[in-house]
């Protein structure tokens, strides 16, 4: 079976500019989850949806948004980036909300911003 | 505020020796904990969860143990090997519907 995948792999974008990241949950999962992780750091929660709905969020600003879409997948937009946006964006599925249900993580994408 | 620490930040050990990594957290009410093992630029692989009730889980070489009272957690790997070398980070949840915090890692090198 395919696990998480994301899209694209790297990315490379100019301050001030938009960006979309995708994520693909594992086949069955309906949660899928969030999170930045800067260079040296643990990954920090962005996101949380639920069979569409937003069920999380955690302390970003309001550049960062999000949707689910009815097949499950999920995109990631930031607006107007800052130098401070670039980090690996880490997705995760799982089968549920709750923290009884295992998240499985994606490769990510890396965002570079100059 | 929950806070998730991990000592030490960078471990270097030889191939065959036993070890423990470290993971402290403030807020001792916690739902669950989580290992994780992270290669390079990649993404985050599941090692061990301990649900709250539990004092310890163990997979292969892998054990996990949790002290809610002190805030501890350890992760004992026997007979590391070079292909164990990774960042291995620790994550808390207060409550089923909380987000996930990780602790910053720690990143292992094992020198054949």
């Known amino acids: 079976d395919a696990g998480v995948t994301q899209s694209p792999t790297h990315l490379i974008k100019t301050r001030g500019q938009h960006v979309t990241l995708r994520c693909s949950p594992i086949?069955?999962?309906?949660?899928v989850s969030w999170y930045q992780q800067v260079l040296g750091q643990g990954p920090q929660f962005i996101f949380q949806?639920?069979?569409?709905?937003?069920?999380g969020r955690g302390n970003f600003p309001d550049r960062f948004s999000a949707r689910q879409f009815p097949n499950y997948s999920s995109e990631l937009n930031v607006n107007a980036l800052l130098l401070g946006d670039s980090a690996l964006y880490l997705c995760a599925s799982s089968l549920g909300p709750g923290g009884s249900y295992e998240q499985y993580f994606g490769p990510g994408t890396r965002l570079t911003v100059t | 505020k929950q806070e998730v620490t991990q000592i030490p930040a960078a471990l270097s050990v030889p191939e065959g020796e036993n070890l423990v990594l470290n993971c402290s957290f403030t807020d001792s009410a916690i739902y669950n904990l989580q290992w994780f093992r992270q290669d390079p630029g990649k993404g985050l692989t599941s090692l061990l969860l301990i649900q709250s009730s539990q004092r310890e889980q163990t997979s292969g070489r892998l054990n996990a143990s949790l002290d809610k009272s002190s805030g501890r957690s350890t992760l004992y790997i026997a007979a590391s090997q070079p292909g164990d070398s990774a960042t291995y980070l620790c994550?808390?949840?207060?409550?089923?519907?909380?987000?996930?915090?990780f602790g910053p890692g720690t990143s292992l090198s094992v020198i054949p």
């Open positions: 086949s069955g999962h309906k949660s």
């Open positions: 949806y639920y069979e569409k709905e937003e069920r």
């Open positions: 994550a808390v949840r207060k409550t089923s519907y909380d987000k996930v915090i």
